[in-house]
């Protein structure tokens, strides 16, 4: 599975940006989707998954401002980012996997795919 993450941006504190995750591969349903997300001089963290029955889990810093989506005809993951804030800055990574459980589903070590990503700068 190859992912190519794009749609990032500068957008000023409050506003709105989507990402998108494009994947490669005809089996892209049966994987579950996430962003993760790293700013300068701090560790990897995750943001959202979304699996393929399309459930979805939320880090508690972004819960009520982004959506994750999936549209598997089209082989793509997004993430819908609004009110967002300054401490959102940071470059924003898509990430697959066969599997994931709950225990382990916000570990970066749990997905197998990642994808370059694309930078989110937040003005205040």
């Known amino acids: 599975v190859q992912l190519q993450a794009f749609g990032g941006g500068l957008v000023q504190s409050g506003g709105s940006l989507r990402l998108s995750c494009a994947a490669s591969g005809r089996t892209f349903g049966n994987y579950a989707m996430a962003w993760f997300r790293q700013a300068p001089g701090k560790e990897r963290e995750f943001v959202a998954v979304?699996?393929?029955?399309?459930?979805?889990y939320y880090s508690d810093s972004v819960k009520g401002r982004f959506t994750i989506s999936r549209d598997n005809a089209k082989n793509t993951v997004y993430l819908q980012m609004n009110s967002l804030r300054p401490e959102d800055t940071a470059h924003y990574y898509c990430?697959?996997?066969?599997?994931?459980?709950?225990?382990?589903?916000?570990?970066?070590?749990?997905?197998?795919?990642w994808g370059q990503g694309t930078q989110v700068t937040v003005s205040s």
């Open positions: 979304i699996r393929g029955s399309g459930t979805t």
């Open positions: 990430a697959a996997s066969r599997t994931v459980i709950s225990s382990t589903m916000t570990l970066a070590g749990t997905y197998d795919y």
